[in-house]
């Protein structure tokens, strides 16, 4: 069994939400699928270790808003690497909240859904929530995110989930500092000179030695002492 056939598989990205009263909560997701179109129903596989799980089986209803490629690595770390638990992730970006209060994060984000949760099945780690489409609306025009954009052109890649074509990069002499490749211990998130980070106001060809110590990464919010090289 070849795992590597997995990361073939393609994906989207988006931010699955909902309440628990007024409390809101939303994270990344890549697994939302369209099941069926009459009546339009959608999958999500959400993490039962997730605050949004909880909020989601409390709330019955879920939205998914469609994350446009400019999306930054901050925002989406904000979602992705964060936990709701430990802070308010709604605090200072654009949502709305729908009739029934369900929260839809609109900021970067191209159009949502609101579903209504008619089944759910359990799958060891997740569960796999089946909503009937009840809102939905365009908010701009533009390029919905792929999990493959995300990983090649954004860069938020995890090593040891990385496409095999990746292996192909140029080696690394340990000597050149200026090309030394720095991982975040946190997140796995792979800062290069070469690209820099600019969302992060470092700009390319910048070694990482000579980032400021005020730079966290742009991923998951670690400081730049939680980075190690990247062998
Ligand atoms: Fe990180």
């Known amino acids: 069994m070849d795992l590597n056939v997995l990361h ?8 699955v939400s909902s309440n628990k009263g007024n409390l809101l909560n939303g994270q990344i997701a890549n697994t939302v699928f369209q099941i069926t179109s009459e009546p339009v129903t959608i999958a999500i596989s959400i ?12 709330a019955r209803k879920f939205s998914v808003s469609i994350l446009e490629e400019e999306a ?27 009739g029934s209060g369900c929260p839809v994060v609109i900021d970067n984000a191209l159009c949502y859904l609101e579903a209504e949760v008619v089944d759910q099945f359990d799958c060891f780690t997740h569960t796999l929530f089946i909503g009937r489409m ?23 890649t995890t ?11 140029g080696v690394i002499k340990k000597a050149d500092k ?43 919010g670690a400081k730049k002492s939680e980075f190690v090289k990247y062998e």
């Open 47 to 58: 993490n039962k270790k997730n605050l949004t799980h909880e909020y989601i089986e409390s």
């Open 8 to 15: 073939n598989i393609g994906y989207g990205m988006y931010i």
């Open 159 to 169: 090593p040891d989930t990385a496409p095999t074509f990746i292996k192909g990069e």
């Open 134 to 156: 009840i809102d939905s609306k365009i908010l701009k025009t533009g390029r919905p995110m792929t999990y493959e954009y995300y990983h090649q052109v954004k860069r938020g």
């Open 178 to 220: 200026s090309k030394q490749k720095y991982v975040c211990k946190v997140c796995n998130y792979v800062y290069d000179p070469e690209t820099g980070d600019p969302d992060g106001g470092i700009q390319p060809g910048t070694a990482f030695e000579d980032i400021p110590d005020s730079w966290v990464c742009p991923v998951c």
């Open 72 to 98: 930054a690595l901050s925002f989406i770390g904000r979602f992705g690497f964060k936990s709701g638990r430990s802070e308010d992730k709604f605090k200072d970006i654009k949502y709305i909240k729908l």
